[in-house]
């Protein structure tokens, strides 16, 4: 099982661009949640996919857009990118709701 | 989601038990405590859950006081790998909400 995978591990983008974050869920697993998290925060929650529609959302604005495949992989958008996005950004499944389950995350650096 | 109150960080010698505690005194009847840690530079990794029961698993026990308004999580024999920041969250598992809300954390530093 390789658990939740996430791609790319490192990436630098330059402020105004856009950039597109990958997460293939762990097998068996319906739900995937993003999160964000700032160096030295606890990770904030961005939003949550099940059955291919957001199903909840947190505090982030629309520039944070999201996508789920039928597979169940998913994609996390983000738009005109400012300095303040750069961020560890998780993904993490689960399966109807249980306990989550995360991946290495993206190391985002905006410049 | 109620709001859980950890230590900043904590010390624990290598080999001793490290016990982490949580205060959440505002917790609801349905909600359940969990526990995450992670380690530097990785995704949060899950540790164990319960209500109001204690529980135990190969990783850790959780300890839930009678009246649910906090919990200690217990590693039995900790070693320099269990050094990570430890989450105290409280949520309604299966509720479709799915949100995890991780506050501060506590820092384990294990020494040798």
């Known amino acids: 099982d390789a658990g939740v995978t996430q791609s790319p591990t490192h990436l630098i983008k330059t402020r105004g661009q856009q950039v597109t974050l990958r997460c293939s869920p762990k097998s068996g697993h319906d739900t995937v949640s993003w999160y964000q998290q700032a160096l030295g925060q606890g990770p904030q929650f961005i939003f949550q996919y099940y059955e291919e529609e957001e199903r909840q959302r947190g505090n982030f604005p629309d520039r944070f857009s999201g996508h789920q495949f039928p597979n169940y992989s998913s994609e996390l958008n983000v738009n005109a990118l400012l300095l303040g996005d750069s961020a560890l950004y998780l993904c993490?499944?689960?399966?109807?709701?249980?306990?989550?389950?995360f991946g290495q995350g993206t190391r985002l650096t905006v410049v | 989601d109620a709001k859980t109150t950890q230590p900043t960080s904590m010390d624990c010698a290598e080999g001793r038990a490290a016990n982490l505690p949580c205060n959440h005194s505002t917790i609801s009847g349905n909600e359940y405590v969990y526990w995450y840690r992670q380690i530097h530079s990785q995704g949060p990794q899950y540790i164990i859950h319960?209500?109001?029961n204690n529980e135990t698993n190969e990783m850790a026990s959780l300890i839930i006081t009678e009246d649910r308004k906090s919990s200690t999580l217990i590693l039995p024999h900790a070693t320099l790998r269990d050094t990570a920041v430890y989450y105290c969250?409280?949520?309604?598992?299966?509720?479709?909400?799915?949100?995890?809300?991780f506050g501060q954390g506590t820092t384990l530093q294990v020494k040798p």
């Open positions: 993490a499944s689960s399966l109807m709701d249980t306990e989550a389950f």
């Open positions: 319960g209500l109001k």
């Open positions: 969250i409280v949520r309604v598992p299966l509720s479709n909400t799915g949100k995890l809300i």
